[in-house]
């Protein structure tokens, strides 16, 4: 079975520009979370789509956002970016995320300048 | 943002030691879950823990969900160089959907 895997995996970007990352879950799987990871922050969960919904999101701003399609792939996006954003954004998946056991993609290498 | 507590924060340990860390919480967990990072790459899971009490294995790893659901541990027997990387406990409570992560524990064996 293929694992999560997360496009591109790396990207560079200017302030103010906005970004798509893209998540294909593991088969069968329904729920996409989303974390960003910094050398300062740590993982932090971004938000949560189950069957096209949110169900929970962590505390960062409204320029982060995401969806879910039918087919459970998930895409996040940041608008007018900053230096700060500048981060590894890790999707994961699991079957139905409430404490299921957890899968994580490769991660997406965002670069700020 | 919310993180748990995991210690300790790096070790250097010497080729064929056993290893040990763990996971404090304030809260209590439903579930919990052991990674292992390389630079670069995303966690890869190690061991699911879903009871209070119970002790699982994964070859020359075993975790233990703590009998207070407020923390974890992971002992590596017998360490060898590809065991170097940074190791994140997670923590799942039921009807939140989400995992708060451990800082990471970053281990380094010295062959």
């Known amino acids: 079975k293929a694992g999560v895997t997360q496009t591109p995996r790396y990207l560079i970007k200017t302030r103010g520009q906005q970004v798509t990352l893209s998540c294909s879950p593991i088969?069968?799987?329904?729920?996409v979370s989303w974390y960003q990871q910094t050398p300062g922050q740590g993982l932090q969960f971004l938000f949560e789509?189950?069957?096209?919904?949110?169900?929970n999101k962590g505390n960062f701003p409204g320029r982060f956002s995401g969806r879910q399609f039918s087919n459970s792939r998930s895409e996040m996006n940041v608008s007018t970016l900053e230096l700060g954003d500048s981060a590894l954004y890790l999707c994961?998946?699991?079957?139905?995320?409430?404490?299921?056991?957890?899968?994580f993609g490769p991660g997406t290498r965002l670069t700020v300048l | 943002g919310q993180q748990l507590n995991q210690s300790p924060q790096s070790m250097f340990i010497q080729e064929g030691e056993d290893v040990s860390m763990n996971c404090t919480s304030s809260?209590?967990?439903?579930?919990w879950l052991w990674y292992k990072q390389d630079p670069g790459e995303g966690p890869v899971l190690l061991i699911a823990?879903?009871?209070?009490?119970e002790l699982t294995s994964n070859g020359r790893l075993t975790a233990q969900f703590g009998i207070t659901r407020k923390d974890s541990f992971l002992n590596i027997s017998a360490s060898i160089p590809s065991d170097v990387g940074i190791y994140f406990c997670?923590?799942?409570?039921?009807?939140?959907?989400?995992?708060?992560f451990g800082t990471g524990t970053r281990l380094k064996v010295l062959a």
């Open positions: 823990l879903y009871k209070a009490g």
């Open positions: 994961a998946s699991s079957y139905t995320g409430s404490t299921d056991t957890q899968y």
């Open positions: 997670a923590g799942g409570t039921s009807g939140t959907y989400k995992y708060i």
């Open positions: 088969s069968g799987h329904r729920s």
């Open positions: 809260s209590i967990f439903n579930t």
């Open positions: 789509y189950f069957s096209e919904t949110q169900r």
